[in-house]
């Protein structure tokens, strides 16, 4: 029984491809004598003539790896593609280590712990790149004597 015809005008019909087109073996004789896209149209109302579901990828094992990334794991050297400056860049990295130091300097300055003179000199070294991080500020005021230590 060729029921080529008949799959296509369905498949058409129905908007998927011919593949997906599912018609019941037990109607196979009232589907070959469908002729005209009418006869199409009254069975896949019927239900003799079906659109099958489209397949899907399950998504289980990415919200598994999500979770996993989520905990910190998975992100060793072998995971990484790009180079450093890819995963943060470097204006990020830069951005990430400046800004806390210089609202520590403002703050310095607010609380008269060093006058405005020193804080122009020490924002002129951070922007330089000498303190890395709050911390390190800290140690070298505290070494210049600049800053008493609680």
Do not use: F
Request: aromatic share 4%.
């Amino acid at each position: 029984m060729d029921l080529r015809n008949q799959r296509r005008l369905a498949s058409e019909i129905l908007g998927c491809g011919e593949n997906r087109v599912w018609i019941d073996p037990t109607r196979m004789e009232d589907v070959a004598e469908a002729i005209t896209r009418n006869d199409v149209r009254r069975l896949i109302n019927d239900k003799a003539i079906k659109a099958k579901q489209k397949k899907g990828v399950s998504r289980s094992r990415a919200r598994y790896i999500q979770g996993q990334r989520r905990k910190g794991k998975r992100r060793g050297h072998g995971s990484r593609k790009g180079g450093k400056g890819a995963r943060t860049p470097q204006k990020r990295a830069w951005i990430g280590t400046i800004r806390p130091v210089r609202s520590q300097l403002r703050e310095y300055r607010d609380q008269g712990k060093i006058d405005s003179a020193t804080y122009r000199r020490l924002y002129r070294r951070a922007k330089g790149g000498m303190y890395r991080s709050k911390a390190r500020l800290k140690a070298q005021l505290i070494s210049e004597g600049l800053l008493k230590e609680k």
